[in-house]
């Protein structure tokens, strides 16, 4: 590697790339392309979701908190957005997913909100992320059937256990 340089540097096997189109903002229907199980630098754990727009318009990704040690409200805002992804994208057992692989070649709607970034500097800008997910039925009734309403199961609890270990609250 000691011989490599910018000036012998041979980049004729490269391709040309104007670099990848993302979502803009609005509706769109997506299909899932991979999803990964992350840690954060804070302890806790999250879903990177990578969607690409059926129609080749664009893609993005998506992040849903599925554990966050420091506040239990941000943690259960994401659990109910992945959630709601799993369920609207017809995922076989949303509530319990179990292999993250599961969610790859799956189709559901998204819709994509612009949110600015270090606003009121002159390093503002605007960056584009999945806000919700809803059924691609709304976009695309032909191909797709309308998911009935989701009836709510009550977030799994921790058992209390009394001092002798009987659990006291079932």
């Not at 879903?47 to 599925?66: K, M, P, Q, R």
């Given at each position: 590697?000691?011989?490599?340089t910018?000036?012998?540097?041979?980049?004729?096997?490269?391709?040309?790339?104007?670099?990848?189109?993302?979502?803009?903002?609005?509706?769109?229907?997506?299909?899932?392309?991979n999803?990964?199980?992350?840690?954060?630098?804070?302890?806790?754990?999250y879903?990177?979701?990578?969607?690409?727009?059926?129609?080749?318009?664009?893609?993005?990704?998506?992040?849903?908190?599925?554990?966050?040690?420091?506040?239990?409200?941000?943690?259960?805002?994401?659990?109910?957005?992945?959630?709601?992804?799993?369920?609207?994208?017809?995922?076989?057992?949303?509530?319990?997913?179990?292999?993250?692989?599961?969610?790859?070649?799956?189709?559901?709607?998204?819709?994509?909100?612009?949110?600015?970034?270090?606003?009121?500097?002159?390093?503002?800008?605007?960056?584009?992320?999945?806000?919700?997910?809803?059924?691609?039925?709304?976009?695309?009734?032909?191909?797709?059937?309308?998911?009935?309403?989701?009836?709510?199961?009550?977030?799994?609890?921790?058992?209390?256990?009394?001092?002798?270990?009987?659990?006291?609250?079932?």
């Amino acid at each position: 590697m000691s011989d490599f340089t910018f000036a012998n540097l041979d980049l004729s096997g490269a391709k040309v790339s104007s670099g990848g189109k993302f979502l803009t903002e609005g509706r769109h229907l997506v299909k899932i392309k991979n999803a990964t199980w992350e840690k954060s630098h804070a302890g806790g754990v999250y879903i990177d979701v990578s969607f690409e727009a059926t129609n080749g318009s664009g893609g993005t990704n998506g992040y849903y908190n599925l554990r966050v040690p420091s506040s239990k409200k941000s943690e259960e805002i994401g659990q109910d957005q992945f959630l709601s992804l799993l369920y609207y994208a017809g995922h076989p057992t949303p509530t319990k997913p179990s292999d993250i692989n599961s969610l790859k070649g799956l189709t559901v709607g998204v819709y994509v909100a612009g949110d600015k970034k270090d606003e009121g500097t002159p390093n503002e800008r605007v960056y584009h992320k999945v806000k919700s997910a809803f059924d691609p039925f709304d976009i695309d009734p032909v191909n797709f059937v309308k998911k009935p309403d989701f009836v709510p199961q009550p977030r799994a609890q921790n058992p209390l256990l009394s001092t002798s270990g009987t659990v006291v609250n079932f």
